[in-house]
Structures are given as structure tokens and as C-alpha cells.
């Protein structure tokens, strides 16, 4: 099963840390789940943009499906979902 990387755009306006918190723990716990379904996907990491109150939370899943389906379960709002191509220095 090809597994592809996902961003997950949000806008969070007023979010406190603990909300962040609490979101990450909602977002892991929910891919653990659908992971033990037969599912693949894993929150692989997120990063908040104080300056404009986003996220971009990184996924590894077999479709951009699974990906709005746990961020769905996990009851976090999200704006977008796109697949990405992940660059770094080692590969370039």
C-alpha cells in the first residue's frame, strides 16, 4: 500500500496552548485507532504559526481520505488538506 505525506491546514484564532495540547492528543489517539482498524495513517508532526494563528499538521496515510477522517474524529477544524512533497537537505 503506497503511503503518501498530507498537510493539514487550519486557522485557530484565540487557540491556547492547552487547546493545542488537546488537539494533538485527539489526533494521535484517533490514528492509533484507525490504525488498529487496518487503516495507515500516523500524525507525524504539527507546527502553530503564532503570527496567524495556523496550523500545519503533518499525516502519513494511504489517502487523503483517511487523513480527513481522523482529523474529522478527533473533532479538529481544519481549512484544507493537500499532499506534499517533503524536501531535505540530506536529499538534495
Known amino acids: 500500500m503506497k503511503v503518501a505525506m498530507y498537510v493539514v491546514k487550519r486557522n485557530l484564532p484565540g487557540i491556547t496552548p492547552e487547546a493545542l495540547q488537546s488537539a494533538g ?4 489517539t484517533c490514528c492509533s ?3 488498529a482498524e487496518g487503516e ?3 500524525w507525524v508532526r504539527s507546527y502553530f504559526l503564532p503570527a496567524t494563528a495556523q496550523t500545519h499538521c503533518y ?3 494511504a489517502s487523503k481520505e483517511a487523513v480527513e477522517e481522523a482529523n474529522m474524529r478527533a473533532n479538529i ?3 484544507e488538506i493537500l ?3 517533503e524536501l ?3 536529499a538534495v
Not at 25 to 28: D, E, I
Request: hydrophobic letters at 40%; proline letters at 9%; aromatic letters at 10%.
Open 77 to 79: 477544524p481544519f481549512s
Open 40 to 42: 495507515s495513517i500516523t
Open 88 to 90: 531535505t537537505p540530506d
Open 59 to 61: 499525516f502519513n496515510a
Open 25 to 28: 492528543l485527539r489526533a494521535k
Open 83 to 85: 499532499e506534499v512533497v
Open 33 to 35: 485507532q484507525m490504525s
